[in-house]
């Protein structure tokens, strides 16, 4: 069964603290792997997309990276307004195109 | 260029009751997928609709149904609500299969 697993649950750093996320998957097939930003009561805001082992992208002080088996989200230098629940999906070949989600890592900034 | 929109923003309902939720996905996105997002569990696939067909569904029972019309917006209807349907749900759009799916801000449904 494809699994998708985020860590650490919750992480706290102070402003301008360096660090990383986490996204381990077990998919049958990986056709992508998505990072999104979510705010409490709101709708996913994407940020990033991979698809092949050894891909980098980066936006402001955000860098994602992609191996066969897992995904880091590298923060550099976060800002209390990065503070966010930060979300990886898949997609895979047997999945019909649907999103498989992790639970998540709460990034909080201070 | 506009993003997803869903209406409504909140939803409140007793439990026995339907609720019909709406979503407009981002011009020229043919593909429009449902989540729902409980407290604790994470985003769960609902079901996923591309040009007025429904083409997979998750593991919800038949309760949770929806359409899609020919402009391409989609309605979910979720019906015999129970107390574990309150959640976010969340629409999302893409332009391609396999692409990335670009989410609405969610209705929040509470069931009482």
């Known amino acids: 069964e494809d699994q998708v697993t985020q860590s650490p649950e919750a992480l706290r750093l102070q402003e301008g603290e360096s660090s990383s996320l986490n996204c381990s998957y077990t998919v049958s097939g990986l056709r992508g792997l998505f990072w999104y930003r979510q705010d409490p009561g709101k709708g996913p805001e994407f940020l990033f997309t991979l698809y092949s082992a050894g891909e980098e992208k980066e936006k402001e002080r955000l860098k994602a990276t992609l191996t066969k088996k897992e995904s880091f989200l590298h923060i550099t230098a976060p800002k209390p307004e990065d503070s966010a629940t930060y979300l990886c999906?898949?997609?895979?070949?047997?999945?019909?195109?649907?999103?498989?989600f992790g639970k998540g890592t709460s990034l909080l900034v201070t | 260029e506009a993003g997803v929109t869903q209406s409504p923003t909140h939803l409140i309902k007793t439990r026995g009751q339907q609720a019909t939720l709406r979503c407009s996905p981002i011009s020229g996105h043919t593909s429009v997928y449902w989540y729902q997002q409980a407290l604790g569990l994470g985003l769960q696939f609902l079901l996923w609709?591309?040009?007025?067909?429904?083409?997979n569904r998750g593991n919800f029972p038949p309760r949770f149904s929806g359409r899609q019309f020919p402009n391409y917006s989609s309605e979910l209807n979720v019906n015999a609500l129970e107390l574990e349907d309150s959640a976010l749900y969340l629409c999302?759009?893409?332009?391609?299969?396999?692409?990335?799916?670009?989410f609405g801000p969610g209705t929040r449904l509470t069931v009482l």
């Open positions: 999302a759009s893409s332009l391609t299969l396999y692409n990335e799916q670009f």
């Open positions: 999906a898949v997609h895979a070949s047997n999945s019909g195109y649907a999103l498989n």
């Open positions: 609709y591309d040009e007025g067909e429904e083409r």
